[in-house]
């Protein structure tokens, strides 16, 4: 069956240190991926894009990776600081086209 | 622009009764999505347009639900007669273009609990 999976466990990191997150998938096969950022009570905003040609893709601080041998994704935020504290969402679409699919979240925290 | 706009932020109803959830996608968007999240399911997909056209109905999750986007820029999400394990937040969320070209604009969500 198609799976998408994030770290269930809430990451707890320093603040300075970079956080590491990742997004394994399977019996997809997506042209791409998607990371969105969703905070306590609010709906998702989306973050960086990347697809099966793009091996990386970064945007400020914030980096994402794509392997599609490992079907993985890694996301990685440096130098992160406690504003970053939020719940990271991955997401592709589904084999048949059209229906983008969520992964269930990965809560990071940064402490001072 | 204001964004995805959802009314109500919150609702509180009782078993049996009808709820009905309404969404103002992002002007010009010609996609438009409903989620529903839970701790236990997260993220999951109901039904989505394009064009006010159902697309995939797939993800709703029986004969009470059902949706409508009567015109471009509003669609609604009704539950009929309502149950307890409805209760979860309901997004709605719009994009211009498929989901490959970019992304989806979520609004506040709709906190839903039925007692």
């Known amino acids: 069956s198609q799976k998408i999976e994030q770290n269930s466990e809430a990451l707890n990191i320093q603040e300075g240190k970079t956080a590491t997150l990742t997004c394994n998938y399977t019996?997809?096969?997506?042209?791409?991926l998607q990371w969105y950022r969703q905070d306590p009570g609010r709906g998702p905003v989306f973050l960086l894009l990347?697809?099966?040609?793009?091996k990386e893709k970064r945007k400020e601080r914030l980096k994402v990776t794509f392997d599609t041998t490992l079907k993985q994704s890694l996301f990685h935020i440096t130098a992160s600081q406690p504003a970053d504290s939020a719940t990271y969402l991955c997401?592709?679409?589904?084999?048949?086209?059209?229906?983008?699919?969520f992964g269930q979240g990965t809560e990071l925290s940064v402490k001072p | 622009d204001a964004g995805v706009i959802q009314s109500p932020r919150h609702e509180v109803t009782e078993m049996g009764q009808e709820v009905t959830l309404r969404c103002k996608p992002i002007?010009?968007?010609?996609?438009l999505f409903w989620y529903r999240q839970t701790m236990m399911r997260g993220l999951e997909l109901l039904i989505y347009?394009?064009?006010?056209?159902?697309?995939?109905d797939s993800g709703m999750p029986e004969d009470r639900f059902s949706a409508k986007m009567p015109n471009a820029s509003f669609s609604t999400l009704k539950i009929q007669p309502s149950e307890p394990r409805d209760s979860a937040v309901y997004f709605c969320?719009?994009?211009?273009?498929?989901?490959?070209?970019?992304?989806?604009?979520f609004g506040e969500g709709s906190r839903l609990t039925v007692l």
């Open positions: 019996n997809y096969s997506p042209a791409y």
């Open positions: 997401a592709l679409e589904d084999n048949q086209g059209g229906k983008l699919i």
């Open positions: 969320a719009s994009s211009l273009g498929r989901m490959n070209t970019g992304e989806l604009f």
């Open positions: 002007s010009g968007h010609d996609y």
């Open positions: 990347i697809r099966e040609n793009e």
């Open positions: 347009f394009n064009n006010n056209v159902p697309i995939d």
